[in-house]
């Protein structure tokens, strides 16, 4: 530290005081640092953490599944193995035994008369010889029932019901049927047409057959429907002879 001004002499105080004015306006001192806060301190201001609670985890019980559901389930799965089984074997059986359906054919037919009397009413008298054949090995089939129906021009001419009647792996049978057609109604184009086609020598028919068919084998059987149409072309009575025809079976 300097000397006291009352020890000075007067000559150096007033030199410093000449020195001070000449010199430029010092800049204020710069404020001291904040002082670091202690441990302990920061120990007061921070929030103490609390200890984390242990995870749990929490099962919910579970339901027991009743017996009711488990006889349910296990009556389903039985059910479906049954039906992958059948269908296993039907398959086999079907390949094995290779099933057909039975052919029906026209082998002959005669026009023995053609009558239209006024106001066109048709009469007609027609004989068909029908062959029914069985082409399976292995199965048997019966006709449970047999029906065949005569039509010209899409009108009802005739209808004849056969008996049943059975027939073994690899027969075939002939029968012989009468239509007659009696006062049948005919609207006056039909009944032109059929006086024309009379004339010209060439009389078209066709018969319809549906039959309920049973089909046999070993110990279990099946039934389902057939169905057969057939176009006949014959000459003009009273000697008309089949010319053409044409069958087909669904």
């Known amino acids: 530290m300097g000397t006291p001004y009352h020890l000075q002499s007067p000559k150096t105080i007033l030199s410093r005081l000449v020195n001070m004015r000449q010199l430029p306006p010092g800049l204020p001192p710069p404020p001291p640092p904040p002082e670091p806060p202690s441990k302990t301190r920061q120990q007061e201001v921070l929030p103490q953490r609390l200890p984390a609670a242990p995870s749990k985890i929490i099962l919910q019980p579970r339901d027991r599944t009743s017996p009711a559901m488990w006889f349910a389930a ?63 090995q292995k199965i048997d089939v019966v006709f449970r029932s047999a029906t065949l129906e005569l039509f010209f021009r899409d009108r009802p001419m005739a209808v004849q019901v056969l008996p049943p009647f059975a027939q073994r792996r690899g027969q075939f049978q002939v029968l012989n049927l009468h239509m007659v057609s009696s006062r049948v109604l005919l609207p006056p184009e039909v009944a032109m047409e059929l006086v024309n086609q009379v004339r010209r020598n060439r009389v078209v028919y066709t018969i319809r057959g549906t039959f309920k068919v049973e089909a046999r084998f070993w110990f279990s059987h099946y039934s389902y429907w057939m169905n057969t149409i057939c176009e006949l072309e014959l000459t003009a009575p009273p000697c008309g002879v089949l010319v053409a025809r044409r069958c087909r079976t669904k």
């Open 74 to 136: 296990i009556v389903c799965f039985a059910f479906s193995i049954i039906l992958i089984v059948a269908g296993v074997v039907i398959l086999i059986i079907f390949l094995a035994v290779k099933p057909r359906a039975p052919s029906f054919d026209m082998a002959n037919a005669s026009l023995n008369s053609v009558y239209i009397d006024s106001p066109a009413y048709f009469n007609g008298d027609m004989t068909l010889v029908a062959n029914f054949s069985n082409p399976n």
